[in-house]
């Protein structure tokens, strides 16, 4: 079993930065077989979208909307994800969700952490 607990929510000013973390806990054999962890977000009435994923070996993924402006990043180590968030916008309003999947296709979701951008 692994636990997901995200990070670094909270209110910006458009145009500018934001730094999500999530930590994976669980036992050393769990954290080994994540292969694949990612951000979602979600704002009311929508469903959840997909922001970035990435790979244990560091290969990514981003949404259109985010492209250029966010980047994923990991750390095999401290079994933690990260979301740097650039160029901020009104429209990246949501909660922010961190996922991660394991080689034998279990999938685990964070509880989710609100970012708010003021305009």
């Known amino acids: 079993q692994v636990q997901l607990k995200e990070s670094g929510g909270g209110l910006v000013q458009a145009g500018g930065s934001h730094r999500l973390s999530c930590a994976a806990s669980?036992?050393?054999?769990?954290?080994?077989?994540?292969?694949?962890m990612g951000w979602y977000r979600q704002t009311p009435g929508n469903q959840r979208e997909l922001v970035a994923t990435?790979?244990?070996?560091?290969?990514?993924t981003y949404a259109d909307s985010v492209k250029g402006r966010f980047t994923i990043s990991r750390d095999n180590a401290k079994n933690t994800v990260y979301l740097q968030m650039n160029s901020l916008k009104p429209e990246d309003t949501a909660v922010y969700y961190c996922?991660?999947?394991?080689?034998?296709?279990?999938?685990?979701w964070g509880q989710g952490t609100q970012v708010t951008v003021s305009s």
């Open positions: 996922k991660a999947q394991s080689a034998g296709l279990d999938i685990y």
């Open positions: 669980g036992s050393s054999f769990s954290l080994i077989s994540l292969n694949y």
């Open positions: 990435i790979t244990r070996g560091g290969s990514t």
